[in-house]
Structures are given as structure tokens and as C-alpha cells.
């Protein structure tokens, strides 16, 4: 019974997505209110290689446009803005995440629920991408 257990449990997690010397983990998208034109996916993206990368885009099916986005508190005013371009130094994560960097997806096609999932599409300078399966789940406190 327990191994049955930590099998659900190991197949509810997302899996890395990975291309080359690039690896993306804990990737999601929190479930958004009905009507919200949009909302965010985060996940955390790890340089393996001995080059820096840059990531320049990404797309995500079932959107009518998905954005690099970063927030910030300036004078304790929120604001939000786009990135052009992000680097990822060998060995260095940068982590996607609710008050900083985050993917910005706008417009869904439909409303997501939760255990659908979101296919991202990350776009780096050398040409490379990277799909990336994003559960929808509910944020709970903390998360």
C-alpha cells in the first residue's frame, strides 16, 4: 500500500523537461478565477552546460500570447514589465515565480481546470527550444 502510495504521488509531479544543458523543473500554472484574460506559469530553469544561454520568448498553446514578464515593487507601487532577454550563466537557476520573473499568458482559448495541463515553448538566441508541460493545480498557502 505505501508503494502504491509513492507512486501516485510520483506521478502527480510534473516531470523535468530538459534540451541539451538545459533543464526545467516544478513547472505549473495556478488555476485562475473564471473570466481572468491572464494569469502566469512559473517554474524554475537550470543551466547544466558550460555556456550561458539566453532565453528571448516563449509561447503557450491554447493562448492568444504568452510574454517574459518580471514584477517588482518600486516606491511600494507593484508594477509589472516585460524582459526582452534573460542569461543563464553555467550552473545558475533563475526561478520563475509570483512576485518576480514569471511567464505572462493572456487570452486563454478556453478556461483551464485543474489537472489540465499547458504547453510552453521556450525560445533561447542560438535557435534552441524547450517544451515544457505545465500542470494546472490550485495554489494553497504557501505555494
Known amino acids: 500500500m505505501k508503494r502504491l502510495a509513492v507512486l501516485v504521488l510520483a506521478l502527480m509531479m510534473p516531470l523535468p523537461a530538459s534540451a541539451g544543458d538545459l533543464v526545467v523543473s516544478g513547472a505549473f500554472v495556478p488555476m485562475a478565477p473564471p473570466g481572468v484574460m491572464a494569469h502566469a506559469a512559473y517554474f524554475q530553469l537550470t543551466n547544466d552546460g558550460t555556456e550561458t544561454r539566453r532565453l528571448i520568448g516563449v509561447r503557450a498553446e491554447g493562448y492568444a500570447m504568452a510574454h517574459l514578464h518580471r514584477s517588482d515593487d518600486m516606491e511600494d507601487v507593484a508594477t509589472m514589465s516585460a524582459v526582452d532577454a534573460i542569461d ?47 500542470p494546472v493545480r490550485r495554489l494553497r498557502h504557501g505555494s
Open 88 to 134: 543563464i550563466a553555467p550552473g545558475q537557476s533563475i526561478i520563475f515565480a509570483p512576485g518576480g520573473l514569471h511567464v505572462m499568458l493572456m487570452h486563454p482559448a478556453a478556461m483551464q481546470a485543474e489537472g489540465n495541463t499547458v504547453l510552453l515553448t521556450l525560445s533561447f538566441a542560438n535557435g534552441d527550444t524547450l517544451a515544457v508541460q505545465a
